[in-house]
């Protein structure tokens, strides 16, 4: 039997234009891809790379959300940076939203993205089932 797959859509413009979906649901399994600071045509904490962060992981929640999940369930992050001597303040946003659920994690940087203006983009992988610690 094939599990139902569920997309959720943001409203970002890329979704419409790359044809892709915030986040995809099948299974236990929830992934949320690549999201930055813009809602709509708008750059969230634009020069700062803590403010980004923080907006760009709780638009990740926020489609989470749609699944019924909360930062609780995340099993996965991602954060890709275009500078290094942004880790401190980006890992500072993650510690607040993840510190007790302490998903794996992984952390690059990268040489750009589409707008020069973004610092920061995060992906997260959330699980639907009971979760032992």
């Known amino acids: ?8 859509q943001s409203g970002s413009p890329w979704e419409e234009s790359f044809g892709f979906a ?3 649901a099948v299974g236990d399994r929830v992934l949320v891809g690549g999201t930055t600071s813009f809602k709509g045509s708008v750059l969230y904490g634009e020069g ?3 403010e980004q962060a923080k907006v760009a992981f709780g638009t990740a929640i926020e489609a ?3 699944f019924g999940l909360d ?12 500078h290094a001597r942004d880790v401190d303040d980006v ?5 607040e939203l993840f510190d007790a659920v302490r998903p794996v ?10 707008d020069p203006r973004i610092l920061v983009e995060v992906e997260v992988e959330a699980f639907r089932g009971a979760v032992n610690s």
């Open 105 to 114: 994690s992984t952390l690059l940087v990268v040489e750009g993205f589409v």
């Open 91 to 95: 890992g500072r946003a993650h510690k």
């Open 1 to 8: 039997m094939t599990d139902a797959v569920r997309r959720v």
């Open 22 to 24: 915030r986040a995809v």
């Open 64 to 66: 989470l959300g749609e």
């Open 71 to 82: 930062a609780g369930s995340v099993i996965r992050t991602r954060m890709y940076l275009t």
């Open 48 to 50: 700062d790379p803590y």
